[in-house]
């Protein structure tokens, strides 16, 4: 009956404004919306079609700060992405906020008057939308979501215990969202990256978002390949970024495929230290399990254990023989490919006898015998290590 009532009201107010008007969860999802009145524009068409306005409009909305504002303003358009200027005001009960309603100003001709009106009908939407919000088992089995992939055993057993998840591999992916202080808008990016990626899983799918990092697990129905995880993994990180704006670093890991549920949290622990790969190499935005190699292992070293004394001797001296930087790129690649000098000189673009050129002068300037496995390990991890060093902006020669 309140929704019949909200819709009533948001129709009423469109025809009194002759403007579009539209309700939106906290999440600038649509709820309600009025008649056209000629003034859509593309953003809206979306929405109405698809219950979504974009990853960039959404993105545009919030940065406005709407959420945080006390009394109507207004929210300048964007051509690039089809928004016409908006006028509105967050739908507030005691403090909580519920919502937005928001008023097509493609003119710019909104008086002040109205926007007081705007304020007006806010208030008498509020109380109507707090009777009908969605209950509160949604957050509760988060919350339940996020302890079975946490790391503490008790509250792990305790939320499988209430969770019913339909047997099957699951797979997770884990988005990491960096954004300074702004947590209202880190949660709401997360969030909505993951509910978009739920709802184009072929099957099911759980969520949760904990700080500043959200997870979506796959079940058993939804199991696809690794490239397509991976490439939907590239999408989530995108439509975050969208939300959160200029100045967010979003990066995604996806972990190994477990048994079941009981086991997602390594699923979950796999593509936490997944994602920190991808923050802290920084080659790419979303990086697979499997394919993390020794990195999966020196990411869970904290980043305070970095410093010079972690790097081998004769690599520093190396680096400090070579100004260049030439005899480290092939050390590297020779290491890279296994001590294969047909397959490095290849990856390098160099001939062989060039290859065994610079390799005897790797061997000269640091004393070592490249064809000790022992050797190559030190030197291979090494390298591996300067990279996380520069990652974290410590010079490691």
Do not use: C
């Amino acid at each position: 009956m309140s929704r019949d009532s909200v819709q009533a009201i948001v129709d009423r107010f469109g025809d009194e404004l002759g403007r579009s008007v539209v309700v939106n969860d906290p999440y600038v999802r649509m709820l309600f919306a009025s008649r056209h009145f000629g003034d859509e524009d593309p953003v809206r068409i979306r929405a109405m079609l698809n219950r979504d306005a974009g990853s960039e409009a959404i993105g545009h909305l919030l940065a406005s700060g709407i959420n945080q504002w006390t009394k109507p303003g207004r929210i300048a358009g964007s051509d690039a992405i089809g928004l016409h200027s908006r006028a509105g005001v967050p739908i507030r009960w005691r403090g909580e906020v519920l919502g937005q309603i928001l008023v097509i100003d493609a003119d710019g001709g909104i008086t002040d008057g109205e926007l007081t009106r705007i304020g007006e009908v806010a208030a008498e939407i509020a109380p109507l939308m707090v009777v009908d919000r969605a209950p509160q088992d949604s957050a509760q089995s988060e919350a339940l979501v996020a302890a079975a992939l946490g790391l503490d055993d008790g509250r792990r057993e305790s939320a499988l215990a209430e969770l019913v998840v339909q047997p099957g591999a699951v797979r997770v992916v884990t988005l990491m969202l960096h954004h300074g202080t702004d947590t209202d808008l880190t949660s709401i990016a997360l969030r909505h990256a993951l509910v978009a990626a739920r709802s184009r899983s072929r099957g099911d799918a759980l969520l949760a978002v904990d700080g500043s990092s959200g997870h979506l697990v796959y079940l058993a129905t939804a199991m696809r390949d690794l490239d397509t995880i991976v490439a939907e993994a590239r999408a989530m990180a995108r439509d975050a970024a969208d939300v959160a704006g200029r100045g967010a670093s979003i990066t995604a890991g996806v972990g190994a495929e477990a048994a079941g549920f009981a086991d997602a949290w390594l699923s979950a622990r796999q593509a936490g230290l997944a994602a920190s790969i991808a923050r802290r190499v920084g080659q790419d935005p979303v990086v697979a399990w499997e394919n993390a190699g020794v990195l999966g292992v020196l990411a869970r070293v904290p980043t305070a254990q970095w410093d010079r004394t972690a790097v081998p001797d004769e690599l520093r001296r190396l680096a400090e023989a070579d100004r260049s930087g030439r005899l480290l790129e092939t050390l590297r690649a020779f290491l890279d490919h296994a001590g294969s000098g047909p397959a490095a000189a290849e990856a390098l673009f160099i001939h062989r006898t060039t290859l065994y050129y610079r390799l005897d002068r790797i061997r000269d300037a640091i004393g070592v015998d490249l064809d000790d496995g022992t050797v190559r390990l030190n030197l291979h991890l090494g390298l591996r290590v300067a990279d996380l060093m520069r990652a974290e902006g410590i010079e490691p020669f």
